[in-house]
């Protein structure tokens, strides 16, 4: 059992950037591939990053080269960097963890083993 929780979302201007965290309780953090994940109102959740167990990282096209998701297993931390933020990246987001193999998959069609509740970020134009 994993439990995660977000937090760093809030009101930025284009152009500017914003860190979200995410914490994981639990000692087997380092065993979960975790990811982040965006939603708008009547859409989709929507795949965004991921990092697997040895480090190695996954992006959606629209933010790869501005957003850079990291992990901290010592401190049981994942965090997305979100840099030449634009109105579009407006959403809540939401941090993940999964422990399948294939959790790439899994990913891209926005599923995960446990979710956070979610952090609102809003990009002004």
């Known amino acids: 059992q994993v439990q995660l929780v977000e937090s760093g979302g809030g009101l930025v201007q284009a152009g500017g950037s914003l860190r979200l965290s995410c914490a994981a309780s639990g000692r087997t953090f380092s065993r979960y591939a975790m990811g982040w994940f965006r939603q708008t109102p009547g859409q989709a959740r929507e795949f965004v990053a991921a990092?697997?167990?040895?480090?190695?990282?996954y992006y959606a096209d629209s933010v790869k080269g501005r957003f850079t998701i990291s992990r901290d297993n010592a401190k049981n931390t994942v965090t997305l960097q979100m840099n030449s933020l634009k109105p579009e990246d407006t959403a809540v987001y939401y941090c993940a963890a999964d422990d399948g193999i294939g959790f790439y998959v899994r990913f891209r069609r926005a599923v995960a083993d446990y979710w956070g509740q979610g952090t609102q970020v809003t990009v002004s134009s």
């Open positions: 990092i697997n167990l040895g480090g190695g990282t």
